[in-house]
């Protein structure tokens, strides 16, 4: 998967320094709306629905821009260098089969439905880098690229359920294994994800509610699932640390002040395809 970030708007505070020959200093503050793309496309007769929507987020840092020549009213050239903080992600929704495994006195084995909606914040440390063509004093085209770092990644939402669990038990003779399958009643469950948290291999807790009328031993239905849960034996974070991309936009400026429009595209691939 790639981040797109599909616009950039900065009101940008007062200039912080404009010496002559030195570099001109201003603090950033914007929005970002950004989405994930798949890098393969869901087959049309799928028997699922999955999919990423837009995200809102915000950015915020330092801009250093080198070589701009402010008095000049003739085509020139600058290279602005930024140090942000930005958070990107996705809003995720999917909805189809789901296999589901808990213990709580015996182990549950579960098919059914699930209804999965997540909504995906990673927070980067970012270098953008940029070519601007100033045009006049006022208006610039910039062009560039950037690397990210990770720094933050978590999620949260809710998961609804139903479906059927089955247990195995042996009988006479007990080289037999017969199953009991059992209808279950529909819950939701929390969900709070630290997808940097490496460790957080199995956080399940239950709630005060019985699975199964028919079958008081299932346990409680599970109400808040850590971001490991269905691990599987997967190893590393669900996302990678770097990402790397481009971008282009337009920028606007005057009194010091100025606003910016920026398109940006991912290069890297964020998640780690063992997830």
Request: aromatic share 12%; net charge neutral; proline share 4%.
């Amino acid at each position: 998967m790639k981040f797109k970030v599909l616009l950039f708007v900065a009101g940008l505070c007062p200039l912080v320094m404009n010496a002559q020959n030195a570099p001109k200093i201003q603090f950033v503050g914007g929005i970002n709306w950004s989405n994930l793309r798949l890098s393969k496309p869901i087959p049309e007769n799928a028997n699922f629905v999955e999919r990423y929507s837009q995200f809102s987020g915000y950015q915020a840092g330092i801009k250093v821009e080198f070589g701009r020549d402010e008095d000049s009213d003739e085509l020139g050239f600058s290279l602005p260098v930024e140090v942000l903080i930005a958070q990107t992600g996705a809003n995720y929704h999917y909805y189809g089969p789901s296999y589901q495994n808990w213990a709580e006195g015996e182990s549950v084995t579960s098919k059914g439905t699930v209804e999965t909606k997540l909504e995906i914040a990673n927070t980067y440390l970012k270098l953008p880098i940029s070519l601007s063509i100033n045009v006049n004093q006022h208006f610039s085209l910039q062009l560039g690229g950037y690397a990210a770092y990770l720094i933050q990644s978590k999620g949260s939402g809710t998961m609804n359920y139903n479906g059927n669990v089955t247990i195995s038990k042996k009988t006479p003779p007990y080289s037999r294994l017969d199953l009991d399958t059992f209808k279950i009643k529909p819950f939701q469950t929390a969900l709070n994800f630290n997808y940097l948290d490496e460790f957080d291999t199995g956080i399940i807790r239950m709630g005060d509610s019985s699975l199964c009328s028919a079958n008081a031993a299932l346990g409680l239905r599970p109400t808040q699932l850590g971001a490991y849960y269905d691990r599987n034996g997967r190893s590393g974070l669900m996302f990678n640390r770097l990402d790397l991309g481009i971008h282009a936009g337009i920028q606007l400026e005057a009194g010091g002040w100025f606003i910016a429009a920026r398109v940006s595209y991912g290069l890297s691939d964020v998640l780690n395809n063992n997830y």
